[in-house]
Each structure stands twice: as C-alpha cells, then as structure tokens.
C-alpha cells in the first residue's frame, strides 16, 4: 500500500511569492489532514478535510492561505502572499476516518524557506 | 483546554541500552487514545504506538512498550535495546475531542540520539 505523498519536498522561494503544496492520501482514506510543523516544534493542525468537505479550519490563516480537495481525493495547499515567518514545514496526513482512534498517517511533508 | 507535556527536548542512550521518553497530558475526557510519533531525520512521521484509555493493559510493539497512568495522565514510552535507527524526534500525540475531533494535539517533542 503506497503512504501518503507530497511534493514538492523542498521548496525556496521570494517573500511576496505565491506557492502550493500537494498531497495525495493513502487510498480510502477519507479524511485528510494539512499540519504546519516550525522548527523544533510538533505539528498543529492547519485545516481537515472530510471528503471533499472542510470541517475544520479555524487554524487557517484565510487571508493569505486557501486549500481544496477536489473529488475528495487530492489536496492542495496555497500561500499567496508568502511571508518570511510561513518558513516551515507542511504535513499532509490521512485517515479511514475521523475519530479519536483513528491512527493518522503522514507523508514526508514539505519543507517551505521563505526568503 | 488539552495539552501534552513533553519535559524532556533531547535525550541520548547507548546503543542496545534502554530508554523512557516521558509525556504528560490534560484532559476532561474518560475516553481517548495516545499516539507516540517518530520523526527521523528525513521527516516522514510515523506512527510507534499507541494506547487506548480505558485499557488498562500497557500498550506493546516488539522493543516498544508505554506505561501508562491514567490517574496521573502519563504516557511515556520505553525502547529497550536501542538501535542506531532510533535516532529520531519522539512526540506524543492526543486527539482532540470535541468538535475538532480527530485532530492530534502534538508535544513539543524529544530529540533522541542512540550512540554507538
């Protein structure tokens, strides 16, 4: 079974720039999860999707980031205007489901350096 | 509000020794699960173990065992027999309940190194 896939994994670009992510789930999984993960911390979660519905993303910053699941399967991630403290991490991770026992899986995430 | 409480941000053990990552958490919940996460360096986080709450048996997966105690809500994980593949950031992981169900409230994290 192929895990959860991103791409790209590194990314550098200007302040000001715009930039997406993208995230491919395990197959099946339904739920779908976008985390910001600075450094030397652990990862707190941006927005989750349920199929193609976002059901919660009160962490999301909506002036500047925007996210879709389209058919409920693929994901991405926009910054637009990118800002030098967005230099992060970004974690993509699925799960059958939603629920306090669902084990999430992780892709290996992109690392993002805003210049 | 729930949190998790990871007190110790690096820790080293010789190789083929045992060690315990400590964590602590809060909540108002009776029923919940605990995840321990690994992240080596390549960043691919994986998931080591988990815990369910209202099992009282502690939770086991080949070198990794967790000890945990509800009343005092502690959840640290054992590695015995560490390998040079430990090496890695450790976090203890704590869904969310409520209405952001699901999500995973994260510790800060402990670095390990596993010396030759």
């Known amino acids: 079974e192929a895990g959860v896939v991103q791409s790209p994994r590194y990314k550098i670009i200007e302040k000001k720039q715009p930039v997406a992510f993208w995230c491919n789930p395990i197959?099946?999984?339904?739920?779908l999860y976008w985390y910001l993960q600075n450094l030397g911390q652990g990862p707190e979660l941006l927005i989750r999707?349920?199929?193609?519905?976002?059901?919660?993303d009160s962490q999301l910053p909506k002036d500047r980031f925007s996210a879709e699941r389209l058919k409920g399967v693929d994901s991405t991630l926009k910054i637009q205007p990118a800002e030098l403290g967005d230099s992060a991490v970004y974690l993509c991770?699925?799960?059958?489901?939603?629920?306090?026992?669902?084990?999430?899986?992780f892709g290996p995430g992109t690392r993002l350096l805003v210049l | 509000a729930q949190t998790v409480t990871q007190s110790q941000p690096e820790m080293s053990v010789q190789e083929a020794e045992t060690v315990t990552l400590s964590c602590t958490y809060d909540?108002?919940?009776?029923?919940?699960?605990l995840f321990w996460y690994k992240q080596p360096p390549s960043r691919q986080m994986i998931l080591v173990i988990r815990?369910?709450?209202?099992?009282?048996q502690n939770a086991t997966e080949n070198r990794f065992s967790v000890n945990f105690q509800k009343a005092a809500k502690s959840f640290s994980l054992k590695i015995s027999d560490s390998q040079l593949g430990d090496t890695a950031m450790y976090f203890c992981?704590?869904?969310?309940?409520?209405?952001?169900?699901?999500?995973?409230?994260f510790g800060k994290g402990t670095k390990l190194s596993v010396k030759p």
């Open positions: 197959s099946g999984h339904n739920t």
């Open positions: 992981a704590f869904p969310n309940p409520g209405g952001s169900q699901g999500n995973l409230i």
């Open positions: 815990q369910e709450a209202y099992k009282q």
């Open positions: 999707y349920e199929n193609e519905e976002a059901v919660d």
């Open positions: 909540t108002s919940e009776s029923n919940y699960y």
């Open positions: 991770a699925s799960s059958r489901g939603t629920g306090v026992h669902e084990t999430q899986y």
